[in-house]
């Protein structure tokens, strides 16, 4: 088997967790509150980017500098991005959180154009707009055709997307600087303070410390918050890095919409969540936008001003 088709199922297998995450998250969101989920997911997957970093050859050398030049991403991601989409996601459903986090490549190069003064084709511009133009067809949709806070909830998820997007145009300079094993740790250690410091805190001004680790009494809570720490936090970022050592970011990008497809058929099977026809309308208006900004990239790529 040669390394690319390696890392085209890499691919596959990241789009399948991601995929499939949304709805491991509204599982947990039935017996623990949004940040009592962040806590603990955060918990797994830092103690197992802790034993992982124990049995690895490459050992972490962090200083307090570098802790201090990752901590803005940080804040970012996962701080950022998970907060609005576990908030999100309790407002929404799964299914539709997946189809508005496919925009996140269109926001992405809609960022590398303004803050890396990077060029597009105008045929790029276009497909931005179409995909543009899906999210807001989805949220006057809900505006008018469902509870307000559906509405809120697709909010914070864009909000969310925004934030893994700048996430993704201010990390260039930093992966190139650092190791994927340094950067993953250092975020997912602070991931792992904040939210366990904000719902340890809620918890002792509301006087319920006791409920903290209650959802653990819930196998299937269990399951779930082991699935999104271990697999959809850590196996997730070696996967796509290796994926993307491998091919190029626009071929790569695209699978993250295979992922839209399965967050949408689980929500529907499993959670037996309602799937309007103006979500169809909606996610294949943001889908053929993000593909068709993909393939122009591929064809003609980015041109950086001189």
């Known amino acids: 088997m040669t390394e690319k088709s390696k890392a085209y199922i890499a691919a596959i297998a990241y789009a399948f967790i991601i995929g499939l995450s949304f709805m491991f998250v509204k599982m947990t969101l039935v017996v623990a509150t949004p940040l009592d989920t962040l806590a603990h ?17 490459n050992k972490l050398k962090i200083h307090w500098r570098d802790i201090t030049r990752i901590l803005p991403l940080a804040l970012l991601y996962p701080m950022l991005f998970f907060a609005f989409q576990i908030f999100g996601l309790a407002r929404t459903s799964s299914s539709e959180a997946g189809i508005i986090q496919a925009t996140i490549p269109i926001f992405t190069l ?22 543009v133009i899906g999210v807001i067809y989805l949220l006057v949709m809900n505006g008018t055709g469902a509870k307000t806070a559906n509405l809120v909830g697709s909010a914070l998820i864009i909000i969310s997307s925004i934030a893994s997007a700048l996430y993704n145009v201010f990390a260039r300079k930093l992966t190139q600087q650092y190791s994927l094993l340094t950067i993953t740790y250092v975020m997912t250690l602070f991931g792992f303070v904040v939210f366990n410091s904000m719902a340890i805190g809620s918890r002792m001004i509301e006087g319920t410390m006791g409920e903290f680790f209650q959802p653990f009494l819930h196998v299937d809570f269990v399951l779930a918050i082991l699935y999104l720490g271990i697999l959809s936090s850590l196996v997730t970022s070696y996967l796509s890095n290796f994926a993307l050592s491998k091919i190029e970011a626009a071929k790569m990008s695209v699978f993250s919409n295979v992922a839209t497809l399965i967050t949408i058929v689980a929500g529907v099977l499993f959670l037996q969540e309602t799937f309007h026809f103006y979500h169809l309308i909606g996610g294949i208006i943001i889908i053929i936008g993000v593909v068709g900004t993909n393939f122009v990239g591929v064809r003609g790529k980015i041109n950086k001003k001189a």
């Open 110 to 131: 809609l960022f590398a154009i303004v803050i890396l003064k990077e060029r597009a084709k105008r045929v790029q511009l276009v497909f931005i707009c179409l995909s």
């Open 41 to 57: 997911r955060f918990t797994i997957a830092f103690v197992g980017a802790t034993i992982f970093v124990q049995f690895t050859k």
